[in-house]
């Protein structure tokens, strides 16, 4: 019995000891990924440049041109939209712009989308989750996952999917010259940031990857947007499915714990604290959408903005103004850029600037 209470004893302080390791923040991670680092690093240094962001996955990154949105609401803002994030990686992302503190800014636009990024085990060997997630975003991953309303399988596999990535990133954790190396060298990886603030619809992504860090000749490029437009053009389906996509979930959100939330209202807290409005985006359906439309539906009304209704936006869901089942073209992000600046103007969400 003395053995049984004696191992019982050293679990629970086991348990204690992990809770407080898991409990620790520690400083903002560089990742040295294309595009994160490239981007995050440039508005550090060119912080007071801006007073609005853009923060979110491909979508932000290819839908929305800062210079539409100034030129109908006299901002002054930038594109940090990074394509392949999901929820949990913007929010690491967007407490570093916030506990940052750049007194210039003053609006920061957030995207909404799952908290989990994949169900295969491939994610084991993509470096992204290996620089945002902290013990404390990694607790925040487990709370929203085993509070929402997948089945005890998928919950199974995805807290051990970010369980071994939560490891792997314990024991490959960066060196401490690694922001000083990607100061250095940024600016060559990203030529046209500046100039596009930060905007860079995929149509054009494919042809300027070439250039920037040699993915496949501009010949192999322009085969993938032809590949992409014909598939589109093949099965215009696609289009109506994304839309039926967005009806189904607006008819049936998903049931969303109260982590993720409550997380979002930290953060929100948070802004306020630093003197910045924070807002939400619903962008244009992709799965789990019935989630995201759950979290959207619970959120305060002058902080929250739909733009993906194909009742009120049709014009996203025609062939000419889309690259891919999932994103705009340029043609499309212009127009996705106005609807949206026209929808901030009229509703007055930045009277106060």
């Known amino acids: 019995m003395k053995k049984l209470f004696g191992r019982l004893g050293i ?16 400083a903002f991670q560089y990742s040295d990924i294309f595009w994160v680092d490239d981007k995050i690093l440039f508005y550090e240094q060119h912080h007071s440049d801006y007073n609005t962001v853009f923060l979110g996955s491909s979508l932000t990154a290819s839908h929305i041109d800062p210079a539409i949105f100034d030129s109908i609401n006299g901002t002054r803002s930038l594109n940090l939209g990074i394509n392949g994030t999901w929820f949990p990686e913007n929010l690491y992302l967007a407490e570093h712009l916030i506990e940052t503190g750049s007194p210039s800014l003053k609006y920061l636009f957030l995207e909404l989308s799952p908290v989990f990024r994949s169900q295969h085990w491939s994610i084991i060997q993509h470096a992204r989750p290996t620089y945002w997630l902290s013990p404390e975003h990694y607790v925040f991953m487990l709370g929203s996952i085993w509070s929402g309303e997948l089945s005890v399988a ?9 369980t071994t990535c ?7 954790q ?5 922001a000083w190396q990607l100061q250095s060298r940024h600016v060559d990886r990203m030529p046209g940031l500046a100039l596009q603030n930060g905007f860079l619809p995929l149509d054009k992504q494919r042809l300027t990857d070439s250039l ?3 993915e496949g000749t ?3 490029n322009i085969e993938k947007i032809l590949f992409h437009h014909q598939d589109l053009r093949n099965d215009t389906s696609i289009l109506y499915q994304r839309a039926q996509c967005y009806d189904q979930a607006r008819s049936s959100p998903g049931i969303v714990g109260g982590v993720y939330l409550k997380r979002i209202r930290k953060l929100r807290e948070k802004a306020v604290d630093a003197g910045i409005k924070l807002m939400l985006i619903l962008q244009l359906p992709r799965q789990p959408f019935d989630l995201v439309f759950g979290v959207f539906n619970q959120l305060d009304p002058d902080a929250r ?7 009120r936006y049709p014009e996203f869901y025609y062939f000419v103004n889309n690259y ?4 705009l073209n340029t043609r499309g992000a212009r127009i996705f850029t106005s609807r949206l600046s026209f929808e901030v103007a009229t509703r007055r969400m930045l009277a106060d600037r």
């Open 11 to 26: 679990f629970v302080a086991c348990l204690l000891v992990g809770y407080g390791c898991l409990s620790f923040r520690e």
């Open 154 to 162: 998928k919950k199974m596999i995805i807290t051990g999917l970010y």
């Open 166 to 172: 939560f490891f792997r990133r314990a024991f490959q």
């Open 174 to 178: 960066g060196n401490p010259f690694h």
């Open 212 to 214: 920037m860090h040699h």
């Open 218 to 220: 501009i010949r192999q």
């Open 305 to 311: 903005i739909d733009m993906a209704n194909p009742v």
């Open 324 to 327: 891919d089942k999932y994103h």
